[in-house]
């Protein structure tokens, strides 16, 4: 079977994913600064669509409204911010657990979520598995494409401060194929690895 492929268009008249060429050649043909790009087939061209900051709505694609289901969900707990701290990852189609960590005695969500996502690259990287990640934290998102945990919590000297320190040095040497994307909470409800204690 022979897979179509698919063309992103980030900037054009209309930016999105386009199934033929001459839809994307519409968008971008006279566009002053254009950029697009062609993918081997449509969920590929959809993840790198959004992992690449693309939100606009996306012409005869349904995964604006649905997520990519071969995928893993990560999300952090904290009782108290800062307080005491968890997080884990799921299949997010199954919500199988893949991995759990904590309670860690000191930490904050955000510290959380970071930790979950470089754990689930880490445990994808064992694995050679190259599926989206998804996190509902735009800040833990931005964290790791920065290699850097911009906490203020003063946790030098302790077991969370060194695997930080650890997640960061993994960011800066190890390069990754895992579209990271953005869960979105009022389309599809909670995160599937959510704790539960909203």
């Not at 043909?29 to 993840?47: E, I, L, N, V, W």
């Not at 969900?73 to 990852?89: F, H, I, L, T």
């Not at 690259?121 to 850097?148: E, H």
Request: positive net charge; charged residues 25%.
């Amino acid at each position: 079977m022979t897979r179509s492929k698919a063309y992103v268009v980030w900037r054009g008249r209309k930016p999105g994913v386009y199934r033929t060429w001459d839809d994307c050649w519409a968008q971008v043909r006279g566009f002053s600064g254009a950029q697009y790009k062609s993918y081997p087939d449509q969920a590929t061209a959809d993840r790198a669509f959004y992992e690449n900051g693309g939100d606009l709505p996306m012409p005869d694609s349904p995964s604006k409204t649905d997520y990519v289901r071969q995928s893993y969900a990560v999300d952090g707990a904290c009782s108290g911010n800062p307080g005491v701290m968890e997080y884990r990852g799921v299949l997010t189609e199954s919500g199988v657990e893949i991995f759990h960590r904590g309670p860690y005695p000191l930490g904050t969500n955000n510290i959380a979520e970071f930790l979950a996502i470089v754990t689930a690259l880490q445990w994808c990287a064992a694995r050679g598995c190259d599926w989206p990640i998804y996190s509902d934290s735009q800040i833990a998102l931005g964290w790791v494409q920065k290699r850097q945990c911009r906490t203020n919590l003063a946790l030098e000297n302790t077991p969370l401060g060194a695997e930080i320190r650890a997640a960061e040095r993994w960011l800066r040497t190890h390069p990754y194929p895992n579209p990271l994307l953005k869960w979105d909470t009022r389309r599809w409800g909670q995160i599937p690895a959510d704790f539960g204690r909203k």
